[in-house]
Nanobody
């Protein structure tokens, strides 16, 4: 069964950093584009960053560009999201998702989803 599991969330002070991990089980990530999304209470799920299956292409939402970095280690079947200079408005549940195609970094393009990990940025 294809599963994605996010980890690395938690409570961090403004200006701090976290690294999220997205680990796959039941399938290999090599053939999938992976995206990171987040959803804050009362808001739509937002695409943050997506990376192609080989890692050669990636994109970022304006809200995180320059602060977040997506990467993947296919040997470890894991994709990462390094988050720096965190702000209170980054507080949300963060999800990773997989797609066979690397196109738009939007919810509708992604088929397989993890359960999410909570990130809270607060002093």
């Amino acid at each position: 069964q294809l599963q994605l599991v996010e980890s690395g969330g938690g409570l961090v002070q403004p200006g701090g950093s976290l690294r999220l991990s997205c680990a796959a089980s039941g399938f290999t990530l090599d053939y999938y584009a992976i995206g990171w999304f987040r959803q804050a209470p009362g808001k739509e799920r937002e695409g943050l960053s997506c990376i192609s299956s080989g890692g050669g292409s990636s994109n970022y939402a304006d809200s995180v560009k320059g602060r977040f970095t997506i990467s993947r280690d296919n040997a470890k079947n894991t994709v990462y999201l390094q988050m720096n200079s965190l702000k209170p408005e980054d507080t949300a549940i963060y999800y990773c998702a997989a797609s066979r195609l690397f196109r738009l970094c939007v919810r509708a393009e992604y088929d397989y989803w993890g359960q999410g990990t909570q990130v809270t940025v607060s002093s």
